[in-house]
């Protein structure tokens, strides 16, 4: 599978996540989210945001409760939850957002 | 998601009229090279990929009594063909336990046994061909090793021995799966399924300090590789990331909290679970248990009690002495590892807690047995305490305790539908009709007596239930870790410990 | 050996034969079930913690099938009857090897000659399952059908020698304890029992290639005969010691 944007080919694997995370770039965010049928809010991209810091800083996605904190402190408490990350990701805050954030696919038991 | 067709919630679990190929759309992805190497499989498979595999499973069948046996003495009475979840989901006939032992039976017969190859028409003998694999692939991708066929039937024949190592035999000639070998790769390498490192493991932990201090005004510590305490809780690594995973790890910081006993994680045995039993490869098993031994060794603990993980409890309670036993540099009274479960019941039964049920009478609570944990391992000093203790600990914690109904609980529980190494999203549609049985028991209860909340104490069966029984119309927060509860109702600060 | 006719002189043949190849083959796949080793402690939970335990657990399946209780009280009542109507079946016959014959044998021989209709019809039962139940129907091949069949003819020929064309019984008595003292002598002229015993052989060296083997793999079940004792005595892997 693949992403066509502006005569570059952004390649994917059978799940939909980027191959080369490098090539990320929020044009590719935006097609990655029509996929899904997502359209990409402030808040959606403020999730997509702290994702790739904490991915740039640790390497991998992080816990599902500091995003949801994160969250809560930049929309206000009532936001900060998993429901409402359900709301804006229903495929999973963590799957869905990472996959859209350009993020390896959380693997294990989650 | 939206295109999977699920059964009315009824209460009822029906059996289906057989279905022919209903799930052969039902495919696991297949591992990249790379990640098959790395585990020290071929990287495809190659020209001569028959004779590798035949050759495998002769020596599987030299090594294993199981398989040997297994193959051998089915008589096709029929008792396992209504007991799968996925053939109760899908009504697929080859997702009934003995047909699904009939695709390995058949090339057994064909290439290990006289009468088969002297008349092999009399009882289906069928050559190793691409077809035959391509059917393995897709139904020992479909077996979630439970182990529920094998309570019914009179030989004790257990599917999941044969599709374990039908996936070793598989690995063997480069056709790896894409999911366990993935998040076996990441334990090799990095030490936990999510392939979460040091530093991110050191900051999730210390995020959990300031968010427990910050509910509760105590501070409860999360340690990471502390020498010389006396406890090393091995949790599975879901326990750090998601929900209700990590609801659960509070817990257990609580726990070891108010009891005062010194604990410590391990940032090189990060991780409980153990993929290397999905697919059937002792080595790998070996290799992923035995970091938690080492990681013992070097911290100088005590003794080792471990979370919320079901088939890792049965890798752990049934398989650790032999893989990496014996455990003589611990304390002589703790050389068997303690489920945090018997752990904390204890705790409470010795009132070395301070518990407030009230906290929890908003809720009223079912049990989810996980089906590693009810029928591949124990808790306690008698058999069944499996059973018992995860649901006296509930009971210790809450007042409103229901079970389910006894068709689907305790030793005949019926799983998630996600375990085995089937917890990925290319089987959502499985996943979802695997559920049924479950979902179904759930409902009953949900109806009759308000239940709005299912314990459990398996990390493959939080995410999968969170998954699909929205799917269902059930909401996802009826799932709980048992330990969940237990946070709520600890009085932190009340006792002094042991 | 003088004074057997050429129809003896084969059957002796073919007797002996069929049972060398029973007692060999069946001796050689126990002998392949004990010597393989289990690597790991795998009982079906929950599961007894100590060996008498197990004998417990395993005299529940042998004598009562309990696990097939569990699982399908239609499959068990047939498949119960059929199995206890066998062993009595098999009893009764030890009076036409043993000499002198004991007691207890004379006292099954009434309940025998009702097992053997009780036989042919639970065999009929188990067949029309197979057939009537779709899933049963999809895993039976022609292996299920056959050893029911054997199974129900050999019954029903034992029952015709009893009943409609009377077998000279002590010509029998004196065939069978010529075979077993090794000091054979002419083969009853009795088509039907001929017939009889033709198909008892049949089973005899079908018995060890098939999965009529169920009959001793039973007893080396590792997820029935395992001890959970898994952290009270560490269970060694014979090839990863």
């Known amino acids: 599978m693949a992403i066509e944007l502006n005569g570059v080919t952004y390649e994917t694997d059978e799940d939909g996540y980027l191959i080369q995370l490098d090539l990320w770039n929020e044009e590719v965010a935006v097609a990655l989210a029509n996929n899904e049928n997502i359209k990409l809010t402030d808040a959606h991209w403020e999730v997509i945001n702290f994702l790739r810091d904490y991915y740039d800083e640790y390497n991998v996605a992080p816990m599902i409760r500091i995003l949801t904190k994160a969250i809560g402190k930049k929309f206000g408490q009532e936001k900060g939850n998993t429901k409402y990350l359900y709301e804006l990701y229903p495929g999973g805050p963590s799957k869905q957002a990472c996959k859209i954030a350009g993020l390896p696919k959380p693997t294990g038991c989650v | ?498 | 050996m003088k004074g057997l006719s050429t129809l003896s002189l084969v059957f002796i043949f073919l007797c002996y034969t069929s049972a060398a190849i029973f007692l060999a083959g069946f001796v050689r796949k126990v002998y392949e079930y004990a010597v393989t080793p289990s690597p790991l402690k795998i009982p079906t939970m929950p599961a007894p913690t100590t060996k008498g335990g197990v004998v417990l657990r395993m005299t529940g399946e042998v004598l009562f099938f309990t696990s097939l209780f569990k699982g399908n009280k239609w499959t068990w009542i047939g498949g119960y009857i059929f199995h206890i109507v066998f062993l009595l079946i098999v009893l009764r016959h030890l009076r036409y090897v043993l000499v002198p014959t004991p007691e207890v044998i004379y006292f099954i021989g009434p309940f025998g000659i009702h097992a053997g209709i009780i036989l042919v019809v639970s065999a009929g039962y188990l067949f029309a399952r197979r057939i009537f139940v779709d899933r049963t129907r999809y895993i039976s091949s022609g292996a299920d059908y056959f050893a029911l069949i054997l199974m129900a003819l050999i019954a029903a020929t034992g029952l015709a020698m009893q009943f409609l064309f009377m077998a000279d019984v002590s010509a029998v008595k004196d065939f069978m304890v010529g075979l077993v003292t090794f000091s054979p002598v002419n083969i009853p002229d009795d088509h039907l029992f001929i017939v009889h015993l033709t198909l008892v052989m049949v089973l005899l060296v079908y018995l060890p290639f098939s999965k009529l083997m169920h009959a001793g793999g039973i007893f080396f079940s590792p997820t029935r005969v395992m001890v959970d004792d898994c952290n009270e005595k560490r269970h060694i892997n014979p090839w990863d010691r």
């Open chain 2, 1 to 498: 998601m939206a295109d999977i067709k699920t059964e009315q919630l009824t209460g009822k679990i029906k059996v289906p009229k057989i279905n022919e190929s209903a799930a052969t759309e039902d495919r696991a992805n297949r591992a990249r090279e790379e990640q098959n190497v790395l585990l020290g499989f071929p990287p495809s498979k190659p020209d001569n990929w028959q004779e590798i595999a035949l050759n495998k499973m002769g020596e599987l069948l030299t090594k294993y009594k199981s398989l040997k046996l297994f193959l051998d003495v089915c008589v096709k009475c029929g008792a396992c063909t209504d007991k799968c979840h996925y053939f109760l989901g899908t009504g697929d006939p080859n997702n009934m336990p003995v047909a699904r032992q009939e695709l390995m039976r058949k090339v057994y017969r064909k290439h290990f046994t006289t009468a088969g190859k002297l008349f092999p028409g009399l009882s289906r003998a069928e050559e190793l061909t691409e077809d035959v694999m391509d059917e393995w692939w897709n139904y020992y991708h479909q077996c979630s090793q439970c182990r529920r066929c094998s309570v019914f039937c009179p030989f004790g024949i257990d599917t999941a021995e044969i599709s374990m190592a039908a996936r070793e035999i598989m690995n063997s000639v480069g056709m790896g799966q894409k999911y366990s070998n993935e998040v076996l790769g990441k334990v090799v390498t990095v030490g936990n399924n999510l392939g979460i490192e040091k530093p991110a493991l050191q900051n999730s932990l210390e995020f959990l300090e300031d968010d427990v201090k910050e509910e509760t005004g105590t501070d409860v510590k999360f340690p990471l590789d502390q020498k010389n305490a006396e406890v090393l809780l091995i949790a599975p690594s879901a326990d750090f990331f998601s929900s209700p995973h990590i609801e659960g790890l509070i817990g257990y910081g609580k726990v070891f909290h108010e009891a005062g006993v010194s604990w410590t994680m391990s940032s090189y045995a990060s991780e409980f679970a153990n993929f290397g039993m999905f697919i059937g490869n002792y080595d790998l098993m070996k290799k992923v248990a035995i970091r938690i031994r080492d990681a013992a060794e070097e911290l100088n603990v005590k003794r080792i009690v471990v979370g919320e993980c079901g088939h890792a409890w049965r890798v752990a309670y049934s398989f650790w002495n032999t893989l990496i036993g014996p455990f003589d540099f611990l304390d002589p009274e703790h050389r068997s590892p303690a489920h945090i479960c018997e752990f904390t019941l204890d705790l409470i039964q010795r009132d070395a807690l301070k518990i407030d049920k009230s906290y929890n009478d908003d809720l009223v609570v079912t049990f989810h047995d996980s089906c590693n944990v009810a029928r591949g391992s124990r808790m306690g000093n008698s058999p069944g305490g499996q059973f018992e203790i995860p649901r006296e600990l509930i009971k210790s914690v809450c007042r409103n305790f229901v079970d389910m109904d006894e068709e689907t609980i305790r030793e005949v529980t019926y799983c998630c539908g996600a375990g085995g190494g089937l917890l990925t999203d290319e089987l959502m549609d499985l996943r979802v009709k695997g559920a049924m049985p479950r979902a179904q028991a759930l409902h009953e209860v949900m109806e009759r007596n308000g239940v709005n909340t299912m314990a459990m104490i398996c990390a493959i069966c939080k995410a999968q239930f969170t998954k699909v029984l929205p799917e269902y119309g059930v909401d996802m927060s009826v799932v709980a870790s048992v330990h969940q509860l237990v946070s709520n109702a600890i009085v932190l600060g009340g006792k002094k410990g042991v």
